[in-house]
Structures are given as structure tokens and as C-alpha cells.
């Protein structure tokens, strides 16, 4: 799925009731290149196939992936030519 290039507001809205502190105040980023980014999870399948483990607790290849480290997730990434998102 590509994403464009623009600006868009990061943070909480003034009086969400679940906003932590690390996400105020609400400021403006800008996304400078439009990029890709995959449009369904990544399955327990997918991961055993690149990564050779499935860490996910409840076994099942066609659901996704859980409980992988970021570091294991940035390594998967890694493999198939691409990396984790930033965060904005």
C-alpha cells in the first residue's frame, strides 16, 4: 500500500481521556517521500519461512506473527528488502 508524501497532526486531541503524557502536546509532522507498507499482518507462516522460529504463543500458520522482540521484527524486515516504520 503507498502512503504519500504530507503533513499530518501527531499526538492527542485536546480532551481525549486516554492520552498519555509522551503524546502531548498534538504537533505537526511532515512525511517528505511517499513509501510503502504492508496492507495485512505478517503471518506465523511467513515469519517461520525467513525467520526459521515462530515465537507466537498460540500456533497457527495462517494467523499473524506475535510475540517478536522489535529487534527480531526489524531483522524480518531486514530479509525481505524492507524495515519497521518510523514512528510519525
Given amino acids: 500500500m503507498s502512503i ?17 503524557k509522551n503524546e502531548k502536546p498534538a504537533h505537526s509532522e511532515e512525511i517528505k517521500d511517499s513509501f510503502y507498507i504492508g496492507q495485512t499482518e505478517v503471518t506465523q507462516d511467513g515469519y517461520t519461512m525467513v525467520i526459521g522460529t515462530n515465537p507466537s504463543h498460540a500456533q497457527n500458520g495462517n494467523l499473524p506473527v506475535t510475540k517478536v522482540a522489535w529487534e527480531n521484527a526489524a531483522n524480518y524486515c531486514a530479509a525481505i528488502g524492507g524495515r519497521l516504520p518510523a514512528e510519525a
Fill in 4 to 20: 504519500p508524501a504530507g503533513s499530518f497532526t501527531m499526538g492527542c486531541s485536546e480532551g481525549d481521556k486516554e492520552c498519555q
